[in-house]
């Protein structure tokens, strides 16, 4: 089966992704918008719960007040009627009638209706149409839904009932007594129907809920014009912010100025203005570099170029061809040299950035003092100068590249038998967990001019050569997490000293 192929899918993420994106008082306003429908939904929820159960257990005590007043029944039937003869039905049904019209304090608990239920229909007896046509009315719609409804409801247990857009719970009950020969006598076709009217408890429910839908507009209105007063500070910050960064992006690094909304805020402009300046200092450095680096790879390849078209066309004679050769020789090691130095130091910048890692290993401090002799004996011999080697400590271990601290005390010796008289001393110490190297001459010293800016990149004195060495030297000392300086000596001339870090532990020694 083919595989279907998404064709643009960047684009179809991008136009996702921007359907997620908001403005930051869009985000405020639904934050606020849905902690809000939140607390009313959990209030209206747990409010209709409880209002609910208390209508229903209310109209609950009210029935059973009701009933109650009712179940006095018997003891009226025993002062009313001769229990030894038998009661007629219309004799029960007065005495009914009379104990709910004496029970004042029936209807404020509830409506009693006394009804007779036949097959041809509900009879009403109370209220009667000469007590309240309209309550006789009403009485008879509820009776007539609650035989609809539930003809065979128990006494014991509460309904609920909807009519004409009103409320109520009701019971029914029996119209029975004791007779003297202990059987119980009930009346047929005759009950008793104790209903409450519930609609004023719910309409103030409806009302309550009504109240929270207005507070939630309310709130959801002061939710955007909070949102707004409190976003639009923010806003306004980050757009400065945006425009300083896109100012810093082409190369404009003038601070950011004004005052900022919050402490974030400030902190972060604050940082932004530091990275501003360490970018224009990084430019700027990084043009100086190039010009330099240019001016310093020009001089050489001039020279090359000038004395191979002399060779070319027979400009010298024999003398002049072996100098010229030489000079070619010489300029072209100059030129790799410096071409070196500038891999390393560029190598140097890109671990300093993590972009690059330098390989390293655990090496014997003592071996790399060998491997600096070995390399830079030559040049000592052939400067016709004397190299003083004092390695009195111990040795120890240090985590180290070796090739590139050999580069750098190279670049030390170098510079040392450029100015010296007539010897360059190496010395090597162990002091508190460092290994201290120390290259000295016996020259007139650094002038103080040169003195400030020793390790800047393209920083010459009178007889330099191209101006890198030495600022390769402090990048390869604090690529191995040491230190680096330069001064003069009291009795004359410079010295170099460097430390790096030791490892104590013997097994971690490498030769």
Known sequence: MAKLKIKNKSKIDKGIYSWTKLPYAITIFFAMIIVV?????????FYNTFFTYYIKEECDKRLDNAIASCRNLESVFHNNIDISEQATEDEIVDVVLHTIISSADVSSDANIVLFKAESGGNSILWPSTSYS???NTNALKIVDAVCAENPGALSNITYSLEQDGMSYYYRVIDIDYNLNDGSRFTLPYHHICVFVNAQYY??????FNYAMWQIVIIAIIAAAI???VISMPLILSTIKLSRFSKRISEGNYERLRGRLVSREMYDLGDT???MA???EEADREQQTFFQNASHELRT???SIQGYAEGLKYDVFDEDGKKQAVDIIINESSRLTGMVENLLSISKMDMSSKGNYKVKKQNLSSKVLCDLVVENIRGNVLHEDKELILDFTSDDASIYANSGDLIRMFENLFSNCLRYCKANVIFKYRIEEDQAVY???DDGDGISEEVLPHLFARFAKGSDGKHGIGLALCKSIVEEHNGSIKGYNRPEGGACFEVRLPVRRTDNDKIG
């Open 37 to 45: 429908l939140l607390s009313f939904g959990a209030v209206t929820f």
């Open 133 to 135: 046509v309209s309550a």
């Open 202 to 207: 719910y309409s103030f429910m409806t009302s």
């Open 226 to 228: 909070i949102s707004i």
């Open 272 to 274: 932004m203005n530091n």
């Open 277 to 279: 300046s360490k970018l």
């Open 300 to 302: 050489p390849l001039q």
């Open 438 to 440: 120390f290259v000295m």
